[in-house]
């Protein structure tokens, strides 16, 4: 008899495909046989860490042999200090897809059902399927819609009942980096029944230019059912060291720290996310670098003749009229790794990372070569 694991595994986990990331520069040159490789397929800021990060980064590996602050002291302070609350309403994690994951394993069950839509994020739907929930999937707003592809926060409305107990809602969203308004949003969180919990995940809100476009942290002390994600990978530059963080009602944090794996977030992690939040002109400069690499890749993009989605995040969605997994097949082979959706229903699009001008530029170059 063959041993297969996969027959000894709960039932919830046996349905789940496997997540799969982005392809790292050391895999794509190791297989194709290339160098000097750029990569803009994970979302990842261009410019890496700002110096106080670096620098708490280098004085941490001092007391690398000692386990983390298990409760994040510093960082929760100058959290509590950035959004003027307590640290009672913070929970940090091994990055914002570890609170996700949280949030599923504290307030989910087989007996239970969860709201999120279509093209979401796909954390969500492994974190609830792995949890046993339900799973309620609301259509995205079709092609023809201005925020095409889009959040309905209407046809989510439709799906809550009696079992729901979470609704994910990211803003903007990844892959297609669409976003709902301030009073579409906060009209949706008042509607919802208190005993619901509302997961806003913000992991990009750092790079958003709209002056319609939300900032849910706001709301906290308003809706006790409210809870904000956000994430140090993005803007901030150290996806790398995985750290996020969740802004709740205290009885909402105090559930999660039950769940919460202790030394979640490790002791470099917590240093330089903690610098990260004082240097403003490091985050400034990130910021400005991906407003004016976003309107070059727009304008690209929209002269090679394809479509390309309204985004507010660090990375654009484009549809290439052709299978998307060809054009990244030719991409690849020219040294440029973009990311293919298809495993989020977008067989024909690509999402694209805003990189430097320069990756940018041989980006926008591969791309036309591909749709030859």
Not at 57 to 63: E, K, P, Y
Not at 209 to 216: I, L, R, S, W
Not at 241 to 268: D, E, K, W
Not at 278 to 300: F, P, R, T, Y
């Amino acid at each position: 008899m063959t041993f297969n694991a996969l027959e000894l595994a709960a039932a919830p986990v046996r349905a789940i495909a496997p997540y799969v990331p982005g392809k790292p520069l050391s895999e794509l040159e190791r297989e194709y046989g290339i160098t000097d490789s750029i990569k803009l397929a994970s979302n990842e800021n261009p410019l890496g860490p700002g110096p106080k990060a670096r620098s708490a980064m280098a004085n941490a590996l001092q007391g690398i042999g000692l386990y983390p602050d298990g409760n994040g002291f510093e960082l929760k302070q100058a959290l509590a200090k950035k959004y003027a609350c307590s640290v009672d309403h913070i929970t940090l994690g091994n990055g914002s897809n570890d609170v996700l994951v949280m949030l599923a394993e504290a307030f989910l069950s087989p007996a239970v059902e969860a709201v999120y839509s279509q093209y979401c994020f796909a954390i969500y739907p492994i974190a609830v399927q792995a949890a046993g929930a339900t799973a309620r999937v609301a259509a995205a707003y079709p092609n023809t819609h201005a925020m095409a592809l889009g959040h309905d926060l209407q046809g989510m409305s439709r799906l809550i009942n009696e079992r729901t107990r979470l609704i994910f809602v990211a803003n903007p969203n990844n892959p297609t980096g669409t976003w709902v308004t301030a009073d579409a949003l906060k009209a949706f969180i008042a509607s919802v029944p208190k005993d619901i919990l509302v997961v806003v995940d913000e992991a990009y809100i750092e790079y958003v230019q709209h002056n319609e476009f939300p900032d849910a942290s706001q709301w906290i002390d308003e809706f006790d059912n409210l809870v904000v994600t956000r994430t140090f990978s993005k803007a901030y530059g150290l996806a790398g060291l995985r750290v996020g963080y969740a802004l709740s009602h205290p009885s909402v944090a105090a559930v999660l720290n039950r769940v919460r794996q202790p030394f979640n977030v490790s002791s470099i992690a917590l240093a330089a996310a903690t610098a990260a939040l004082e240097d403003a002109d490091h985050l400034k400069q990130s910021i400005e670098l991906n407003a004016h690499g976003m309107q070059q890749v727009l304008g690209g993009i929209q002269a090679l003749g394809l479509r390309v989605y309204p985004s507010q995040g660090n990375f654009v969605l484009i549809d290439c009229a052709r299978a998307g997994a060809l054009v990244n097949e030719a991409m690849l082979r020219q040294g440029v790794i973009v990311r293919p959706v298809a495993g989020y229903g977008l067989p024909t699009q690509l999402r694209i990372t805003i990189g430097t001008e320069q990756e940018n530029a041989r980006m926008l170059s591969a791309l036309a070569l591909a749709i030859k």
